[in-house]
């Protein structure tokens, strides 16, 4: 049980390294088959983007860590929904890695819903390049909510540490593709968008209108935007303008900028921070 943080920290440092590789690959292949054509942003939002993605690493380390912990503990004592109903390892791993997922759904839904924790997560949203260092810009308060929602499920089933690692980092891989700005066959995506969150489907996501921009939240399965009605077709993600009103200018899309995106504009309206309303 002792050994059971150090080990995660380890295998973290690990995941680390494999989302780095792939970060690298994707952009090799972004290079070969972009969406869009590189604009200024693509070159100015990288050292913010990289820097808030290693401010991320380090804060999931630590969070991951403590999670992995209590899960151990409770596998230890059999504790959760999948012990109390004697779910065997094969299907519980399923449940877990769908549990999650629809945790990370809910969890991006509450943030577009709450001004407050808006505030936080449109560090991501306004970036005006979207692109596979896009991934993992996020402000460090946004990733103490997505694990305080994630850790709620996880606990509830007594999900086993294996199965989280498994989530986690398939997660990651995921919204890498997610982002990445590669041109996508339009039949092929829209195919795979019947079970899974493809590029061109997640490009709606990140749209500077407010009606898009309130669709398509899900991280790995399409499936909860479709039961919960939140879903635009994903053929419509290739000619989105990306980011958000009020936040292009190079102050904000600094790396302080962006870190104190969540604390101003309070006497202002949302108008400038959330996205703008248009059909």
């Known amino acids: 049980m002792t050994g059971a943080a150090p080990s995660a920290v380890t295998t973290g440092l690990a995941t680390v390294a494999t989302i780095v590789v792939a970060m690298a690959i994707i952009a090799l292949v972004e290079a070969g088959i972009p969406l869009h054509r590189r604009t200024r942003w693509n070159s100015v939002h990288l050292g913010p983007n990289l820097t808030l993605m290693f401010i991320t690493f380090a804060t999931n380390l630590v969070f991951n860590a403590a999670l992995v912990f209590v899960l151990v503990e409770l596998q230890a004592r059999q504790l959760g929904l999948l012990h109390w109903f004697g779910v065997r390892p094969l299907a519980a791993g399923v449940i877990v890695v769908v549990g999650l997922d629809f945790a990370y759904y809910v969890a991006h839904v509450v943030m577009h819903a709450s001004r407050d924790l808006w505030r936080l997560h449109s560090v991501h949203h306004s970036d005006p390049a979207v692109d596979v260092t896009t991934t993992i810009r996020?402000?460090?308060?946004?990733?103490?909510?997505?694990?305080?929602?994630?850790?709620?499920?996880?606990?509830?089933?007594?999900?086993?540490?294996?199965?989280?690692?498994?989530?986690?980092?398939?997660?990651?891989?995921?919204?890498?593709?997610?982002?990445?700005?590669?041109?996508?066959?339009?039949?092929?995506?829209?195919?795979?968008?019947?079970?899974?969150?493809?590029?061109?489907?997640?490009?709606?996501?990140?749209?500077?209108?407010?009606?898009?921009?309130n669709t398509n939240y899900g991280n790995i399965f399409s499936v909860f935007d479709r039961l919960f009605s939140t879903m635009t077709p994903s053929e419509r993600g290739t000619t989105i303008v990306y980011g958000l009103v009020g936040l292009d200018d190079p102050a904000t899309q600094s790396v302080l900028g962006l870190l104190a995106v969540p604390f101003q504009h309070r006497r202002t309206s949302l108008a400038s921070v959330a996205p703008r309303t248009s059909r």
Do not use: C
Request: no cysteine; charged share 15%.
């Open 138 to 213: 996020q402000h460090p308060g946004e990733g103490v909510i997505r694990y305080a929602f994630t850790a709620a499920f996880a606990f509830a089933l007594g999900a086993s540490p294996g199965a989280f690692g498994v989530y986690r980092l398939w997660s990651v891989l995921h919204g890498l593709l997610e982002h990445a700005n590669i041109r996508m066959p339009t039949r092929l995506d829209t195919l795979l968008s019947l079970i899974v969150a493809t590029p061109n489907m997640h490009k709606v996501h990140h749209s500077r209108s407010k009606h898009q921009t």
